[in-house]
């Protein structure tokens, strides 16, 4: 089983990663969906992506070899652009857990 870290679906299954704009540096942009790419084609192209699966005109899975990256056009995986980008609709980060003044200097004795 290969969960998409990003959508959370099995990419087994071969279903549309999230299509929800992608910030990439403070700016958004639409996932470049299968059979879409922009600047090069694939010699021999198929109904569905080699490596995540999808359908022709599905998101790819973030991270799939063959995802091109909508800001640079290079490479996703490779090109680093998309390293730390989100959905536009992501939730915020958990903030991280606060030491209360109580607890502060308690260590365990042992």
Known sequence: MAICTFCGNDMIHGTTCSEERLRIGGLDYEPIRWGEEKGYRFQYMTE?????????????????????????????????????????????????????????GNRAIG
């Not at 640079?72 to 003044?101: F, K, L, R, V």
């Open 48 to 104: 569905r992506c080699g490596d995540c699966n999808v359908p022709k005109g599905a998101v790819h899975h973030h991270g799939c070899d063959l995802e091109q990256c909508p800001a640079c056009y290079s490479q996703a995986i490779s090109c680093g652009c998309m390293d730390d980008c989100a959905p536009t609709n992501a939730p915020a980060p958990a903030p991280a857990p606060t030491t209360s003044p109580a607890t502060a």
